[in-house]
């Protein structure tokens, strides 16, 4: 195993407002981590933290994945070396088709890396593969990036990106709201496909249910800008039945 | 300003022998009455409207002469091939033309100069090269302003070659027809064009206006004036490609008269870095009727580029769509004027109007004005504008896929004027994707 992606001690503010106050996480290769918390604790921060985003004032601590700075990186560089964010709410982009989006992500991608591209009828061959796995009709590699897509649309698209990039550190920022539970399960076992010794993850979540389609290593509770907790899905089970109030140091 | 005027107007007085068509009566008056006009009106200034956005003051603090030894010839070897999609090329250099290309002529089709047409076949012209004033704008009260319009006034007066096209009855043009402006003009010196295209019943056809980049950048001012005549049940398109270099002025106008159940469709694409101004005046003069105008700015360094169409709808169930897409950079300015007009009866009508720009930069500026006069009671109009930036919510996703910021903005540029290009055919969508994606790479 090892250790793939290592915050330690990070201080998060945004807006002159200290929303992160002390983050340590360390997440090992293979190692699927929930985060949960009350709305507010600063777990989406942490995501947009993670993949780079502008307008988050990183004063104290560092994040380190697989030995590089990331905080050093732009997000492209991050995205090449195996970070993926699936966005809470993913952004729609008119005039783009979305397999023209994903194709030039990918060969973005392999090109930062080295590695040959692929061309337009590898592309597509695998496009199908992974469309058909999630349960997708072709006909949306034509439709504009997440334009006109109901929500459970855009949250599959996202898992959709999510397989054809494979990413090594994939971060699901609470990739289970808006969805119904049909929508759920092909999300989760979409993720799970992808799950392997390699893939890393961050499952930020208020809710039980995708954990138990996810079935995470370790949970941790996120309040307060810091990790209050620690622990395995018992924790998830305790945090159902009390509420946040019910956890040390989480309220 | 009013001793050019009056330059202008010694100068067509003096040298009419030399202008085409002096034997024929009928243009002889249209000249002149144009040059009276001129004479009256001037240049437009601030005072009117639809010219106050920029000053033109190259154009009105410089004399531009009329008649100029321009060279008039060019090796047709350095011009790019013609386009496969095209089917009958017309090249016109410094405002001749030089050379007419096309592997056999379609039925039903005449293609040729506007001198050609003088000469050989002057009666098919009469009444199809319209007065500077035939779409001159009649205000609410009725009083006919003719100050917008004096630049076709001066076009009027002292063009000297064009591009005529018939298109005969039912007849289906195959590809599209091109033509290309290309200049290398002397200094100081003016050149108008004046073409005709005049689509008979259930005729089809599509046109593509090519002005050329080139690279002299004399101060020059160029003018292109187009009459369009789309009869019953008839189809057009006629589409501007505008590039040009820093210090020339172009000002192109299209005319059109559209009868019943006739289209016209016009997209320009404007990647100029001098001035430039592309009108679009059209009269839905036949129930079911329909325009669509889309225009599409690109601007860069100190380019001052405006849109202004104007659709009037004249009967019932006309239907119209106008739409700006304005991207901007460096010091480049924009405007786009639009106006609906829905005239009394004239119910059924249908009109929406959007524009939208994107500003790259701190100094760029645009001004977008739409306008809607509306005298009948049962009509559906819209209309939006929009001013922004890129958004920085896209271009972090696009980022957080792995594409670079250069690329990433690329992209979304490019996914903005989309919405225009997408319209084109297909004979020309690859051409109009080229300029755009020349323009970001600039």
Request: aromatic share 8%.
């Amino acid at each position: 195993m090892g250790t793939a992606l290592q915050i330690k001690n990070l201080h998060v503010e945004v807006n002159n407002k200290l929303i992160l106050k002390g983050l340590s996480l360390n997440i090992e290769h293979g190692e699927m981590a929930a985060i949960m918390g009350p709305n507010g604790s600063g777990k989406s921060t942490l995501a947009s933290v993670l993949a780079g985003k502008e307008g988050y004032n990183v004063t104290k601590g560092y994040i380190k994945y697989l030995g590089n700075d990331l905080l050093k990186m732009p997000p492209e560089d991050r995205a090449a070396a195996g970070v993926f964010l699936a966005f809470q709410y993913p952004v729609e982009i008119p005039g783009v088709a979305t397999s023209t989006f994903v194709r030039t992500s990918l060969n973005a991608q392999k090109r930062n890396r080295g590695e040959a591209e692929l061309d337009a009828m590898q592309f597509l061959k695998l496009a199908r593969e992974k469309a058909k796995q999630l349960e997708m009709s072709e006909d949306f590699f034509q439709r504009a990036v997440n334009v006109g897509f109901s929500g459970g649309e855009k949250k599959r698209a996202e898992v959709f990106q999510m397989s054809m990039l494979e990413p090594t550190l994939a971060i699901l920022d609470e990739t289970d709201s808006g969805l119904d539970i049909d929508a759920l399960k092909i999300v989760a076992e979409g993720v799970n496909r992808l799950r392997d010794d390699k893939l890393s993850g961050i499952v930020i979540t208020h809710y039980q249910r995708l954990l138990d389609y996810l079935q995470p290593d370790t949970i941790h509770i996120l309040a307060e800008g810091k990790i209050v907790k620690t622990g395995d899905k018992s924790l998830a089970l305790l945090l159902e039945e009390k509420g946040y109030q019910g956890i040390d140091g989480a309220n | 300003m009013k001793n050019l005027q009056h330059k202008y107007y010694e100068y067509y007085n003096s040298n009419k022998g030399f202008f085409p068509g002096i034997d024929i009566n009928w243009l002889n008056d249209l000249r002149e009455k144009a040059i009276d006009q001129f004479q009256k009106d001037g240049f437009p200034d601030k005072s009117v409207e639809e010219w106050n956005n920029f000053p033109y003051k190259d154009l009105t603090n410089n004399y531009f002469e009329p008649l100029s030894d321009n060279q008039a010839e060019i090796d047709l070897n350095l011009i790019e091939e013609k386009d496969p999609n095209c089917t009958i090329r017309l090249i016109f250099f410094n405002g001749q033309i030089v050379n007419i290309e096309y592997n056999q002529l379609p039925k039903g089709v005449e293609v040729n100069s506007l001198t050609y047409f003088l000469k050989n076949n002057p009666n098919f012209l009469k009444d199809k090269i319209s007065s500077a004033n035939k779409y001159a704008e009649e205000r609410l009260s009725n009083i006919i302003d003719s100050r917008p319009q004096s630049i076709v006034a001066v076009n009027t007066a002292f063009h000297k070659e064009g591009a005529v096209i018939h298109i005969k009855k039912n007849v289906k043009m195959p590809g599209y027809i091109e033509l290309m402006h290309i200049g290398e003009y002397n200094k100081n010196t003016m050149q108008h064009m004046r073409s005709v295209v005049y689509l008979e019943e259930g005729a089809d056809c599509e046109i593509l206006e090519n002005i050329v980049h080139d690279n002299v950048s004399d101060l020059v001012f160029t003018s292109n004036v187009t009459d369009v005549h789309v009869s019953d049940d008839a189809s057009l398109s006629l589409h501007r490609f505008i590039r040009g270099s820093t210090n020339q002025i172009h000002i192109n106008n299209i005319h059109g008269s559209l009868h019943e159940n006739s289209n016209f469709l016009s997209t320009s694409i404007i990647n100029s870095l001098g001035q430039v101004r592309a009108e679009n005046r059209v009269n839905l003069l036949g129930e079911n009727s329909s325009s669509t105008i889309d225009i599409l700015i690109l601007g860069s360094q100190n380019a001052v580029i405006e849109g202004l169409t104007r659709v009037e709808h004249s009967k019932k169930n006309t239907k119209s769509d106008q739409k700006a897409r304005i991207v901007l950079g460096e010091n480049s300015k924009a405007s786009f004027q639009g106006k609906i007009r829905v005239n009394q009866n004239s119910d059924g009508t249908l009109a929406n109007m959007s524009s939208k720009s994107l500003l790259l930069s701190d100094k760029a500026r645009v001004n977008s004005k739409p306008e809607l006069e509306i005298l009948a009671d049962d009509v559906r109009c819209s209309h939006g504008v929009t001013v922004g930036n890129l958004s920085e919510e896209q271009l972090f996703y696009l980022r957080s896929r792995g594409i670079s910021e250069v690329e990433a903005k690329k992209i979304l540029v490019n996914s903005f004027g989309n919405i225009i290009l997408d319209k084109l055919s297909d004979n020309l969508i690859e051409r109009a994707k080229k300029i755009m994606l020349g323009y970001y790479n600039e």
